[in-house]
């Protein structure tokens, strides 16, 4: 079992920055993926980025040279460090892993189910 914490959510001005934490429980470096996914209000879940045991990445388009997420194991926590924020990025963020067999991160991005553990989510919100 791995429990994993989110923090460092906000409301913020459109342009400003945001760095997102998840903390897990335990060791997630070895065979595990992590990522970020997002769901606003009436609308379905979406993948915003996705690390994958092997230390690749991907990105929704939408966030692309905006959003990077990296992974520090020595702290067990992923971060998605969030510049140049827009309205459209209100949402709740929620922080997911899974250990295993290896699946790409551009495979993951699209596959939220693939994901065992999930936070409880922190809450984006941006002010125009």
């Known amino acids: 079992q791995v429990q994993l914490v989110e923090s460092g959510g906000g409301s913020v001005q459109a342009g400003g920055s945001l760095r997102l934490s998840c903390t897990a429980s335990?060791?997630?470096?070895?065979?595990?993926?992590m990522g970020w996914f997002r769901q606003a209000p009436g609308k379905e879940r979406e993948g915003v980025a996705v690390?994958?045991?092997?230390?690749?990445?991907s990105y929704v388009d939408s966030v692309k040279g905006r959003f990077t997420i990296s992974k520090d194991n020595a702290k067990n926590t992923l971060y998605l460090q969030i510049y140049s924020l827009k309205p459209e990025d209100t949402a709740m963020y929620y922080c997911?892993?899974?250990?295993?067999?290896?699946?790409?991160?551009?495979?993951?991005?699209?596959?939220?189910?693939?994901?065992?553990?999930w936070g409880q989510g922190t809450q984006v919100t941006v002010t125009s």
């Open positions: 997911a892993a899974r250990g295993g067999v290896w699946f790409s991160s551009i495979y993951l991005l699209a596959h939220p189910l693939q994901f065992v553990y």
């Open positions: 335990r060791r997630t470096d070895n065979n595990y993926a």
């Open positions: 690390i994958d045991s092997n230390g690749g990445t």
